[in-house]
């Protein structure tokens, strides 16, 4: 009897299978690009509105200011009026919630909720 080798691989459907999840993949972190640098811009603003407000700055003025840098930044998801802004101690807190939903296909979405905090954590 002859010792035969088994030739190991990927099938061709096994491949597109792999090629399907690739693209899916892709298509899911380029389109979330956009919701992740939008909250990164909204990190950023408030924790510089938290020190301006420890500056002496009231709730109104950054909140105007928030609108003022968001227009800035091109922030759509998030306005001035949702920020809560509260006193710790010496110290001002600004936070705020909010959900994006991001499009993927069809009518299929990636709901993604954030929260931007100027509180170490």
Do not use: C, W
């Not at 990927?10 to 956009?34: D, K, N, Q, Y």
């Not at 936070?95 to 993927?104: A, F, I, K, L, S």
């Amino acid at each position: 009897m002859m010792n035969r080798k088994h030739q190991g691989g990927v099938s061709l459907v096994g491949m597109l299978l792999l090629g399907v999840i690739a693209v899916f993949v892709l298509l899911m972190v380029f389109r979330t690009v956009p919701a992740v640098t939008e909250y990164l811009a909204i990190e950023r603003i408030v924790g510089v509105l938290a020190s301006e407000g420890d500056n002496g700055a009231t709730a109104a003025e950054l909140r105007r200011s928030f609108d003022r840098r968001g227009e800035i930044d091109n922030i759509s998801s998030v306005a001035g009026s949702d920020l809560e802004i509260v006193k710790d101690g010496n110290q001002t807190v600004v936070e705020v919630d909010y959900v994006r939903t991001v499009p993927m296909v069809a009518n299929l979405s990636l709901l993604i909720e954030f929260h931007a905090s100027s509180k170490a954590r």
